[in-house]
């Protein structure tokens, strides 16, 4: 596996962290939480000579897509989300006015996401984790090789976890998906969250309060 992390770029009013991943080989890559600021992102993309060949979600919230028809028009990557947030991204105009934002209508997905799923970009993978909890459809992105990164959208933040009062958040649900699916893997492994600073899953496991590993 050729692939790299080419940037991390905090977007829009909430400073969502959109992501581009890149195929060194083919120059494919992958976009996660095309947020808002469609331009920047689009330079981005050219400053890594990527072509992307898919948008993919964390989850439906409108911070997380926000910006994602303007990169899939100029682009034409393939639009990625769980399917169980499909509700959330058809609410994207809503949820601008309750925010006090405006947004367009979103464009239609253009395929589902599933647990477990690799998605292809040249000659990588990157392997899509449900995490239900935030939002019923939220999904963490792996990328494996020799340097590989978590990206956990707002399921676990550097010493906090994504908030669980809106449109069908759990913390139930979001503890279970931090301990079982992301608190088993490496310790080392480098955590890009969907706001704020990174951070590794040892340091989460060991010093995150609001889930803590000794109770796994």
Request: aromatic share 6%; net charge negative.
């Amino acid at each position: 596996m050729t692939a790299r992390l080419a940037e991390v770029i905090p977007v829009g009013p909430l400073a969502c962290n959109c992501s581009i991943v890149v195929d060194d080989e083919t120059g494919e890559a992958l976009v996660v939480d095309p947020g808002d600021e469609a331009p920047r992102i689009l330079e981005a993309l050219a400053r890594a000579g990527a072509r992307p060949v898919a948008l993919l979600h964390t989850h439906g919230h409108f911070d997380h897509v926000a910006g994602t028809a303007e990169v899939h028009r100029k682009t034409s990557a393939a639009i990625r989300l769980h399917p169980e947030d499909d509700f959330l991204y058809a609410m994207l105009v809503r949820q601008g006015m309750m925010f006090g934002f405006r947004f367009d209508e979103p464009l239609p997905v253009t395929a589902p996401l599933f647990d477990g799923e690799e998605i292809a970009f040249g000659a990588s993978r990157m392997r899509a984790i449900h995490t239900p909890g935030h939002s019923p459809g939220s999904t963490c992105f792996l990328l494996g090789g020799a340097a590989p990164v978590l990206f956990t959208g707002d399921t676990l933040f550097q010493g906090s976890i994504g908030r669980t009062d809106l449109w069908g958040g759990s913390f139930p649900e979001i503890e279970r998906s931090i301990r079982e699916k992301l608190y088993v893997l490496s310790d080392d492994l480098r955590v890009i969250p969907g706001h704020g600073g990174e951070t590794t899953i040892g340091r989460e496991r060991r010093a995150n309060p609001f889930v803590r590993a000794e109770t796994i």
